[in-house]
């Protein structure tokens, strides 16, 4: 378990280093290119930062969803367990 949580810290950070490398060449090619105005570079980059944002809150939306059912689904486990082991604990009376 310990391995995994270290795969993921790599992971993100390969993934973080990444979106800094698109967005630095993004800003380089959008300074370097003079034919096209001032205005239109502030909207693709507005367009581009917008886009990111969105995309991470569905990830985390996702994410929180997959969460939220684990949960449930550990509490109705635990619960059904419970309610077995009532059952098979309770002596047996017969009439």
Do not use: C, Q
């Not at 310990?2 to 993100?12: E, F, Q, R, S, V």
Request: proline residues 2%.
């Amino acid at each position: 378990m310990h391995t995994d949580n270290n795969d993921n810290k790599l992971i993100m950070t390969l993934n973080g280093a990444g979106v800094a490398l698109a967005y630095g060449l993004l800003g380089v090619s959008l300074w370097l290119s003079t034919e096209v105005p001032l205005a239109t570079k502030g909207y693709w980059g507005m367009g581009i930062l917008l886009l990111t944002i969105s995309l991470i809150n569905v990830v985390k939306y996702r994410f929180d969803h997959r969460s939220s059912s684990d949960r449930i689904s550990r509490i109705e486990e635990a619960r059904n367990d419970k309610l077995l082991e009532e059952a098979l604990s309770e002596p047996t009376t017969s009439i």
